[in-house]
């Protein structure tokens, strides 16, 4: 089965159906997702901003992030090595959140799935 690695910024398009959600879906189907443990606390990041914005839909919001974390929905969540995460930081200019997916990527030899184009462009070059 094929393994990818899903950041924050695909993982909340789904959660909370924002544009792009239907790519990352197709992208997601079929695969076993992987992701740092730090994932869960970036969600819950965007959940707090959302309910903050919208307090009328703060119930459906979180209920949208325990469904998305429940661990039956399969996303394996992977320690990785924070010295690694600081090296790729450093050679990507990326933020050391950001280059943990990178870091997982690598140690797994799987794909990522993200809708940060600055991610993306880390990635491609």
Not at 33 to 48: F, G, Q, R, S
Not at 70 to 93: E, F, K, N, Q, W
Request: proline share 3%; glycine share 6%.
């Amino acid at each position: 089965m094929k393994r990818v690695v899903v950041d924050a910024s695909a993982l909340a398009a789904l959660a909370f159906d924002e544009v792009g959600s239907d790519t990352i879906a197709r992208r997601l189907r079929g695969a076993v997702a992987h992701a740092p443990t730090l994932l869960m606390y970036e969600l819950a990041n965007v959940a707090w901003k959302k309910a903050q914005r919208s307090p009328g839909q703060a119930t459906a919001i979180l209920q949208s992030l325990a469904d998305t974390l429940d661990p039956r929905r399969g996303i394996v969540l992977c320690p990785v090595d924070v010295s690694d995460a600081v090296l790729i930081a450093r050679a990507t200019g990326l933020t050391v959140y950001d280059a943990s997916y990178l870091c997982l990527a690598g140690m797994l030899g799987a794909d990522l799935v993200t809708l940060d184009e600055e991610l993306a462009n880390a990635l491609a070059g």
